[in-house]
């Protein structure tokens, strides 16, 4: 490496503000030891922002010694689920954490919340309003204007506790009546114009069943829930910046054992990608894509499945750091990541994905020699392999042009081409079928060329390959970016689904040496020349169905790289 080339040091952290003032609490003595939270909704599949504040608070709790909580934040119950909750504490272990502790929910604290919501009517600081959600709206005010009283804000404390305990009761129908904090109709914030903290609500929990009819808002739920679990730092993203007034507001009225300090920061945003779970939901069930776990999909079970690693991902969260500012990160910057970790640690095998039939018509057996050829240059402790020769083999369509652009080093009628780990060939005869389509090539091979440059003169061009005896089948499934526009969701005046790129997926049959037969669901492999492919969770059955999804492509396919010099 020359002196002047950029060191990526990877795993050490980047300093950003978070880390400042944690640092600086653990100085002065505020915190001896921090704690964090993940508090992901169980109202959908976890995507590639939500690996961002993984990575931040988990990754914190284990650079400062601390623990990180994982807690759902479970108080929206028509929308949450048992399969989701499940998901997501695969996703965070799948990440590489461990959260402190059992895993927590919001619902466990629901007789707290609602005691503590008993402690704030007794105080007078909060009521009982019968306004309708649509009259509530209109005293609320705008940005510009104050809001007004609602005419049930000064009830007394005890017509208050009466109401809250028959809400509680299921006295009133859904929606009849609400809990809401007294603080201020004129604040020009407006969460704090009265918000309300309760609403009634008759769905199904799943975890409380049908004990609760009425329901915390999320705002009043998580201050609570990180005070109770002694949360330090409550990391969260920027849209929250105008509810910490509230945050503070809430805990400071509350007999509770301690006061977490809420920090912001920016949300990820990739380009070419949608990151909501709205929206991702929408592509689920329109059938857009194949489900939560498509490899297209930006969520972390997409991002496994096709073959992502977690050390990637950790990776690209520290690259792209933590700060204030709107970001919106360029797909490559993820895609090197996984290229990088893929690089270094993916065993190189051949597979051909769109065969095209060669004859070795001066094949000899017994004389025409195969080679052993190692499964990683940097790791021979990665072991080798025998790569067969015979009669027939595949090679890549692409690597061969009848009309061939000026500096062409593959193959072509007349030319020569060293096929990697083996022999030099060189293209005699095309054979076309009755449509004019290349259905076969007949090669000769130079005999005098296995493990040694050709006499008298040069063949650059390398090529994959494998034995059409020795090889098996193999689908492949090839992934392009989902969306055609870099911001699909950025667009007034046109849905995100038109930008749905119709070619984004490619299955292809082909070819690959036997020695990958066994190899296990998920296990990674560079394909030289072609890419980092993984064997499909689900689909591919060792020894039987042999099925790669391609994770990311080599970084220059056709430059001069290592799999392209004149290796023999
Ligand atoms: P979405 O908008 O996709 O539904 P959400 O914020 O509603 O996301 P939650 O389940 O509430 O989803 O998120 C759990 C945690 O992940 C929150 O602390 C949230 O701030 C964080 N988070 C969600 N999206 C991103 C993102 N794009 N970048 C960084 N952090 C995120
Ligand atoms: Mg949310």
């Not at 293209?427 to 076309?432: A, N, R, Y």
Request: with cysteine; aromatic share 10%; proline share 6%.
């Amino acid at each position: 490496m020359s002196q002047h080339a950029p060191v990526i040091n990877t795993n050490t952290p980047v300093q950003h503000f978070i880390r400042s003032i944690i640092e600086a609490d653990l100085k002065s003595g505020k915190h001896r030891c921090i704690a964090t939270r993940f508090p992901p909704e169980p109202n959908g599949y976890l995507h590639v922002g939500h690996a961002k504040s993984i990575c931040l608070n988990f990754g914190l709790a284990e650079d400062y010694q601390g623990g990180c909580n994982l807690r759902f934040d479970d108080t929206n119950p028509e929308k949450e689920s048992e399969e989701y909750a499940l998901a997501i504490q695969e996703d965070v272990r799948w990440l590489g954490f461990q959260w402190n502790g059992a895993v927590r929910w919001a619902s466990d604290y629901f007789q707290a919340l609602y005691d503590f919501a008993e402690a704030l009517i007794e105080k007078g600081l909060a009521y009982v309003d019968d306004l309708t959600p649509e009259a509530m709206r209109e005293y609320r005010g705008t940005l510009t204007q104050a809001g007004r009283d609602s005419p049930y804000r000064e009830r007394s404390v005890a017509e208050n506790l009466d109401l809250f305990r028959r809400m509680k009761a299921g006295e009133y129908p859904d929606g009849a009546k609400t809990l809401r904090v007294k603080i201020d109709m004129a604040s020009p914030n407006i969460n704090m114009r009265d918000p309300v903290i309760y609403r009634i609500k008759r769905a199904h929990h799943i975890r409380t069943g049908d004990t609760w009819v009425i329901y915390p808002m999320y705002d009043y739920t998580h201050c609570i829930s990180d005070a109770l679990e002694n949360i330090t730092h409550s990391l969260c993203t920027l849209e929250f910046e105008d509810h910490r007034p509230l945050y503070d507001w809430v805990l400071d009225q509350l007999p509770v054992p301690s006061h977490p300090q809420q920090i912001e920061f920016s949300r990820l945003e990739l380009h070419y990608t949608v990151t909501s779970k709205r929206k991702l939901n929408q592509l689920v069930t329109q059938g857009l894509v194949s489900g939560w776990d498509d490899p297209r999909m930006p969520t972390i079970h997409g991002m496994r499945r096709r073959g992502y690693t977690p050390e990637g991902i950790r990776e690209f969260t520290r690259r792209i750091g933590i700060s204030k500012s709107e970001n919106v990160i360029d797909m490559a910057v993820l895609e090197g990541c996984i290229r990088e970790d893929l690089e270094a640690k993916a065993p190189r095998v051949m597979a051909v994905v769109h065969p095209l039939k060669v004859v070795l018509t001066n094949y000899q057996d017994g004389v025409t020699a195969s080679r052993s050829a190692g499964f990683h240059p940097n790791h021979p402790e990665f072991g080798e392999r025998d790569v067969p020769i015979g009669r027939e083999i595949w090679v890549e369509q692409d690597d061969f042009s009848a009309d061939p652009p000026v500096g062409w080093q593959r193959l072509t009628p007349g030319g020569e081409v060293r096929l990697r780990y083996s022999y030099v060939i060189k293209c005699d005869e095309v054979v076309k079928d009755a449509a004019g389509k290349v259905v076969e090539l007949r090669c000769s091979i130079d005999h005098d060329t296995l493990g040694k440059n050709p006499q008298g003169r040069k063949v650059k061009g390398v090529i994959h390959w494998v034995s059409a005896e020795h090889a098996k089948p193999v689908e492949t499934r090839l992934y392009e970016r989902l969306f055609t526009d870099p911001e699909p969701d950025g667009h007034k005046d046109r849905d995100f689904l038109t930008f749905l790129n119709p070619d984004s997926l490619q299955i292809a049959q082909g070819w690959i040496e036997s020695c990958i037969q066994d190899a296990a669901p998920e296990t990674r492999y560079q394909f030289e020349r072609l890419g980092y492919f993984c064997a499909d969770r689900f689909d591919h059955k060792p020894g039987e169905r042999l099925v790669f999804n391609r994770a990311v492509g080599l970084k220059d396919v056709w430059s001069s790289g290592p799999g392209n010099k004149g290796q023999v």
